[in-house]
């Protein structure tokens, strides 16, 4: 069993910044790619950040200088940074993480998502 468990959502005002953890846990062999997913009311998911486990990255170009990735490989947890934030970043933020379980497969897996929410 492998389970992800984001934290740190809320309401913030625009310009605000608010910072979202993941922990993996459970049966884990190896961690690939970590990132962060995020779906608005009527809209497709869309990936926010990924990192790879030797620390490159990679944005969105909607939060490109505003967030940012960053993971602990020893702790198993993935943390995003989000700073001046706007509405539109409104969302659920889902963390996501390609997993090797002990004596098992690879496979990608989905925390239950955490809400966002950038408003006056």
């Known amino acids: 069993q492998v389970q992800l468990v984001e934290s740190g959502g809320g309401l913030v005002r625009p310009g605000g910044s608010l910072r979202l953890s993941c922990a993996a846990s459970?049966?884990?062999?190896?961690?690939?790619?970590m990132g962060w997913y995020r779906q608005a009311p009527g809209k497709q998911r869309e990936l926010v950040a990924v990192i790879t486990s030797g620390g490159s990255t990679n944005y969105a170009d909607s939060v490109k200088g505003r967030f940012t990735i960053s993971r602990n490989n020893a702790e198993n947890t993935v943390d995003l940074q989000m700073n001046s934030l706007k509405p539109e970043d409104t969302a659920v933020y889902y963390c996501?993480?390609?997993?090797?379980?002990?004596?098992?497969?690879?496979?990608?897996?989905w925390g239950q998502g955490t809400q966002v929410t950038v408003s006056s």
């Open positions: 459970g049966s884990i062999f190896r961690i690939y790619d």
């Open positions: 996501n993480a390609d997993i090797v379980r002990k004596y098992g497969p690879q496979e990608w897996y």
